[in-house]
Each structure stands twice: as C-alpha cells, then as structure tokens.
C-alpha cells in the first residue's frame, strides 16, 4: 500500500462518521444534526446549510473519540482514564514501543495482527489467545528496552510488575478486580493491584 492509498484508507472511518454539528458559516451558531448523514455524504451530496469546509473538517474530527487519534501526533484516547498506577505503566510501554527503533522494528516483526479483535479485547482481554501472545512479545521487548526510555527505577519496576502479576499470568486488572471481589466479598481499590513489592501475590 503507497503512502496515498494509505491516507485514503485511514480517513475512512472519519468519513463514515456522522456529522454533529453544522455551524453557521459567520460561527455564531450551530444546527445539530440528525443521525445518517456521514461527513463523506456531505462532502458529495452537500446540505442545505451549505458545503463543508477545512474547519468543518477539523470540528468534526474533534467529535470522534477513537482508541487512537493521529493530530500530528499519536493521543492514546485509551490511557485517560486509567488511575496513576496504571497510567505509568501503559505511558511508558507505548513510549517504549514507538519510540525505541529497535524495539518497533521488532514489534513490526513479531506481533500478531490484531487489529480486528476490539471486541475481543473488550471482552476477554488477556484470555484470548492472540491477544495473550500479543501482550507477550510486547513485554518481552520493552523490558529489554525500557532503560532507553526511563532511568527511573520505580517507572522500570512498574512495568515489571505489571507484567509478572497480569501479562504472564494472562489476566487483566479489570480480571484480577472480580476475582479479589468475587474471594473477599469486596471490591479493593485498583492502585493496591499494582504494588512496589513483588512478592504480593493476587489470592
């Protein structure tokens, strides 16, 4: 695939997204919209509110809220929500992973395509197999690579971490969450999922 063909087939699914909004063309207004008119239908048909422009274009984007979205950038939409202790672990990985050539090439490489299994993934996480092996190769390479990335050494032991409680033992923390509800008849706080110490064990 060229580097157009590319574009074209990234820009599809902004495409194929509804219009919320159309505003005025002065920008003192806005008319919502009814769901089923995609942004390319209005780039061809029009509306009778007029023809989109560049900064309908930028709007719209703003409206769309995928798992990743490139703005000059990669923002990694999924990572906001997560606490502070996970937060770092997930920051440092994919800073690792795209930005340490070595280990993207390597990635590039060994990872199984994925790229279809969202509802996978939502649903099973770790448990589905592609997925599990995905996650391995992931963190078998960034823990190789990890020093190129961050010299703190409580950053390093997080990732560690989270791959020797979760990754290998092929659940997530949402997983390991019901299973402490599920034997202790609560619900403990998810940071006390991530400890410093090793040697706490998921009962």
Do not use: N
């Not at 990743?68 to 997560?82: H, N, Q, S, T």
């Not at 190129?148 to 989270?162: E, H, M």
Request: charged content about 20%; hydrophobic content about 45%; glycine content about 8%.
């Amino acid at each position: 695939m060229d580097d157009v063909q590319h574009r074209v087939s990234a820009a599809q699914p902004q495409l194929a997204a509804d219009v919320m909004l159309i505003w005025s063309q002065d920008g003192t207004g806005a008319t919502a919209m009814c769901s089923g008119m995609p942004f390319g239908r209005w780039m061809t048909d029009g509306h009778e509110l007029g023809w989109p422009t560049a900064d309908d274009l930028a709007y719209h984007l703003t409206t769309l809220f995928p798992p990743v979205r490139p703005r000059g950038w990669l923002e990694l939409r999924m990572i906001d929500a997560l606490p502070p202790a996970l937060l770092k672990v997930a920051a440092l990985v994919a800073a690792t992973a795209l930005t340490v050539e070595d280990a993207a090439d390597e990635l590039r490489e060994r990872l199984p395509g994925t790229d279809q299994l969202w509802r996978e993934a939502a649903r099973s996480g770790l448990g589905h197999p592609l997925l599990a092996r995905g996650g391995h190769i992931l963190f078998d390479v960034v823990s190789r690579h990890l020093h190129q990335v961050t010299d703190s050494r409580c950053g390093q032991d997080a990732v560690l971490d989270f791959r020797d409680r979760f990754v290998r033992r092929g659940v997530s923390p949402a997983q390991a969450v019901g299973q402490l509800a599920t034997s202790r008849g609560c619900l403990p706080r998810l940071p006390a999922l991530v400890p410093a110490a090793r040697e706490r064990q998921i009962a």
